[in-house]
């Protein structure tokens, strides 16, 4: 419990809904201890904590509007090419944030890869597991120069929060160890918002779930690849789409249940319950995977480089099973899945906690008010 009741902002970014679950157990702890929160969101990010959180109150701010490419291969270069519409969309939540701040009193700015949430007067942290950018071999040479240009609007708020271990024995590799931030950086531990229990042993009711998620039109690529080879099988499988904003759109296709969406205590009952899990490799993915103990492949969303490098070194440690969408056979996948090792992590330290952090940047503020 905090000294009094401080009035907090949390503004996930939309892409796809990972942003906005690792919110979910910030939002869970603060409420618990009296904070009264605002959530500022937009998209698919803003229907999943709207359905999670009803009672909070909730403004929706813009969206990047970052189109992404059919063929993965063009991905990156489609991205950078969209950088000034990124900065420009990073100003006007900058400026949007300021009537966010006086509308609702607020006293702390949360923010998961919104890069335009800080104020002048107001604390802020950004939350983000990606300091650098990983970019393909031949313009590998240029990760420095964006890693300096990342850290130019980093620095702009109070502290960055990585939800990582510290040490070699961490999740993100590279992405937020390489190179060093001058600037407050704290390691927080994986954010996940299932609930860990000490027993997590469960009758296995299904031989594989897969679990659809990221931006479009990838994600409806990847699903109806999935569609097209499920049915050659005899898997009893069941495909959680990740599509909160879609309704009445469960069904049963032969052995496999679809899912539009489901509430975070089935989606852990599913993943507890299935033998293998497919999914994306996005980072937040891949904190509620090791948080379950789940058998995962992790298959990257085509052209994103983050998601291909954390496939790649989860594999390289042996946590995870590593295939590519344009060459995913099922079959071929549950085989290797049967023969890997699955080795889990054993991180020595896991650094600050998120209300350690909290109460000292508090502190240190206001008391210098």
Known sequence: ?????????????????????????IIKSLRASGCKLVVAS???????????????????????????????????FRILWQIPRIIQAIGKEHKLLKDLVEKHS??????DNRYGMYHGSVPSVII????????????????????RCMGYFLKKHTECWVPDYMGADNLSGDLSHKYILRHPVFFIGPLTRFKKSENQAQEKKYDVLFMLSGPEPQRSIFEKLVLKQLPKTKLNAVVLRG????????KTIMNTRLYAHLPDAEIQRLIQESRL????????????????NA???????????????????????KMFLYASQNTFQLTDAMQKAAEFPFIGLSPASAGS?????????????????
Not at 1 to 13: F, G, Q, R, T
Not at 128 to 147: D, T
């Open 106 to 111: 607020i006293d702390l700015i949360i923010s």
């Open 295 to 317: 058998k995962a492949i992790l298959i990257p969303t085509p052209g994103q480089t983050e998601q291909i490098y954390l496939a790649r070194y989860l594999f390289q440690k």
């Open 243 to 250: 599509l909160p904003d879609e309704k009445d759109a469960d």
């Open 277 to 292: 899990v497919v999914a994306r490799s996005g980072y937040s993915t891949v904190m509620d995977l090791v948080a379950l």
């Open 1 to 25: 419990m905090y000294s009094k009741p401080y009035n907090i902002l949390i503004a996930p970014l939309d892409w796809g809904i990972g942003h906005a679950s690792r919110c979910v157990p």
């Open 42 to 76: 937009n998209g698919r990010a803003l229907s999943f904590l709207r359905e999670a959180f009803p009672d909070l109150a909730f403004e929706p701010i813009n969206a990047y509007n970052i189109r992404y490419s059919r063929y993965g291969a063009l991905m990156l």
């Open 353 to 369: 906690s998120v209300h350690e952090r909290i109460e000292k940047l508090l502190n240190t503020h206001y008391s210098q008010k």
């Open 128 to 147: 983000s597991h990606q300091l650098m950018l990983k970019l393909p071999s031949p313009f590998g040479f240029m990760e420095g120069l964006l890693h």
